[in-house]
């Protein structure tokens, strides 16, 4: 399930939006539920998809439905903090901008903080995206649903989530979002709750799931490879850069891949195309990072990553 924010019209106090949610073909009984909240409140709309298709999928299928002038993205695990609809609102109409993006709170799955309400949002202009979203720790994250995003400069832009990808959509999202842009903001306070569940799909660990996290890997090395050469002017040195860090990428993720005959044929690939080996490193600096980098580059320790990988699934079977 995944919910989208619209704003119909502005009311006084800046309140007024439609809520839509579109189940994604859940297991449990949030359809339901949904439908229940739809009785009781006439700005609640609610779709059930015909078969499980991804959050990009779901999120695309929702910018075109809305027909308001901003949409904020609300995952169903998640909160938004009290009063901040209406000022991240305000904010974005008052400078005609095409986002307004602010900071998010990261809270284990069974916490329940107390929200302060916010009266003030300290804004600045946020050109090239070049400030992140980031949690109390300083952790930055492509965060899309930490703010609003005006929903024509979405479809005048052709801007879509790649429904190719299970995994890192918002990242490329981002990414090209900040080449159609210039007029986007940021403020420091907290406007999204973001929670963390160990069942929830972005945790969730099983041979489908990396297979899948390798392919989506694979589809935005591809594309920034095709923005590389496009011609559009971008910058080469962003780009080469990002490149080198998808070539990384699809190594570690092709390690963790269970079934080993895919992961050989697919090792053999990325060498006949000089993916593999990759020359510069770009995981953190913390000892297991430390060891990723040194193993990864080596062909014997990128077979000690995928067998070590193996073991751990196998186990958690148990």
């Not at 539920?33 to 991804?54: D, E, F, H, M, P």
């Amino acid at each position: 399930m995944n919910c989208v924010f619209k704003v119909l019209k502005i009311k006084e106090l800046w309140g007024g939006y439609e809520i839509l949610c579109l189940d994604d073909c859940s297991s449990d009984d949030s359809f339901e539920c949904l439908k229940y909240i739809a009785t009781r409140y006439s700005n609640v709309v609610v779709r059930r998809s015909s078969q499980n298709r991804g959050v990009s999928y779901t999120r695309n299928q929702l910018i075109n439905m809305a027909r308001g002038k901003y949409i904020w993205f609300v995952d169903p695990d998640d909160m938004l903090c009290p009063n901040i609809v209406n000022l991240v609102i305000k904010a974005a109409i008052n400078n005609n901008a095409d986002a307004v993006l602010g900071n998010y709170l990261r809270i284990s799955e069974n916490e329940r903080p107390e929200l302060a309400t916010i009266t003030s949002l300290t804004l600045q202009k946020n050109e090239n995206l070049d400030i992140l979203p980031k949690d109390s720790n300083g952790t930055p994250m492509c965060a899309i649903w930490a703010g609003v995003l005006k929903r024509d400069f979405l479809i005048d832009s052709g801007l879509y989530f790649n429904e190719r990808m299970i995994a890192q959509e918002d990242t490329l999202f981002y990414f090209e979002m900040s080449l159609h842009t210039k007029n986007i903001f940021h403020f420091n306070e907290v406007a999204y709750v973001y929670r963390q569940r160990a069942s929830s799909v972005m945790h969730s660990h099983s041979a489908k799931r990396a297979l899948q996290y390798y392919h989506s890997m694979q589809e935005m090395y591809l594309v920034y490879k095709k923005y590389f050469t496009s011609g559009l002017p971008i910058s080469k040195d962003l780009l080469s850069e990002k490149i080198e860090h998808m070539q990384q990428n699809l190594a570690l993720t092709l390690a963790v891949v269970n079934d080993s005959r895919i992961v050989k044929a697919e090792l053999k690939e990325l060498k006949k195309e000089r993916i593999y080996p990759y020359q510069r490193n770009f995981l953190g600096n913390s000892t297991q990072n430390i060891v990723l980098n040194f193993l990864l580059k080596k062909e014997f320790g990128f077979w000690i990553i995928h067998f070590l990988s193996k073991i751990k699934l196998l186990l958690s079977r148990q």
